[in-house]
């Protein structure tokens, strides 16, 4: 069993900047790979970014490449998402995921284990 906890989101201006982190419990956290999602009000839960297991590899949604960052410390069970030049359209609950078995996947059916949400709001 893993439980997830996402760090507090806040309001930031467009443009801004803004660094979640999520950090895992469990022993075997190294071992899966990690994803963020979001979901905004009236929309379904979307893909954002993942990682795999040892950090060697990772894969953003168009709407993140080039803006958003994910990084993992293994050490410190913690998978990071770093957000740059955000947009009011950015403003979503935001969810780390962990997924058991096999690489990255962009499905949310993939996961396994999800963190409670956070909200980041970004306003114009």
């Known amino acids: 069993q893993v439980e997830l906890v996402e760090s507090r989101g806040g309001l930031v201006q467009a443009g801004g900047s803004l660094r979640l982190s999520c950090a895992a419990s469990g022993r075997t956290y190294s071992t899966y790979a990690m994803g963020w999602f979001r979901q905004a009000p009236g929309k379904e839960r979307e893909f954002v970014t993942a990682?795999?297991?040892?950090?060697?590899?990772?894969v953003y949604a168009d709407f993140a490449k080039g803006r958003f960052t994910i990084s993992r410390e293994n050490a410190k069970n913690t998978v990071y998402l770093q957000m740059n030049s955000l947009k009011p359209e950015d403003t979503a609950v935001y969810y780390c995921?962990?997924?058991?078995?096999?690489?990255?996947?962009?499905?949310?059916?993939?996961?396994?284990?999800w963190g409670q949400g956070t909200q980041v709001t970004v306003s114009s």
């Open positions: 990682i795999t297991w040892s950090g060697g590899q990772t």
């Open positions: 995921a962990a997924r058991r078995f096999g690489g990255y996947r962009e499905e949310v059916s993939s996961y396994d284990y």
